[in-house]
């Protein structure tokens, strides 16, 4: 069975950071690009990040400079650094796996940038 679990949500200040961690579970981690995705209510899940099975990265333009996406293999891990938040960056945040034709995602977990 196939499982994508996520850590590491809650509430920051603006300007504030948090670490988002999506632990997978049933597959070969390694194989598949691995994504980060937001959505706010009523509105579209939007791409947030990237990093390939080859450890290259892609950002949207709005995260670009504050937001590191990594992944470490041997955990079957894929990691979000949020740096320097903002209001705007309150959502909640899922993790994607995708591979060929399968896809996978995670649960989601609320990022709200409150002061």
């Known amino acids: 069975q196939v499982r994508l679990e996520e850590y590491g949500g809650g509430l920051a200040q603006p300007g504030g950071s948090l670490r988002l961690s999506c632990v997978a579970s049933?597959?070969?981690?390694?194989?598949?690009?691995a994504n980060w995705y937001r959505q706010t209510p009523g509105k579209q899940r939007d791409l947030v990040a990237t990093?390939?099975?080859?450890?290259?990265?892609n950002y949207v333009d709005s995260v670009k400079g504050r937001f590191t996406v990594s992944r470490d293999n041997s955990k079957n891990t894929v990691f979000l650094e949020m740096n320097s938040l903002k209001p705007e960056d309150t959502a909640v945040y899922y993790c994607?796996?995708?591979?060929?034709?399968?896809?996978?995602w995670g649960q989601g977990t609320q990022v709200t940038v409150s002061s």
């Open positions: 994607n796996v995708h591979y060929l034709f399968l896809n996978y």
């Open positions: 990093v390939t099975s080859g450890g290259s990265t």
């Open positions: 049933g597959i070969t981690f390694r194989s598949y690009i």
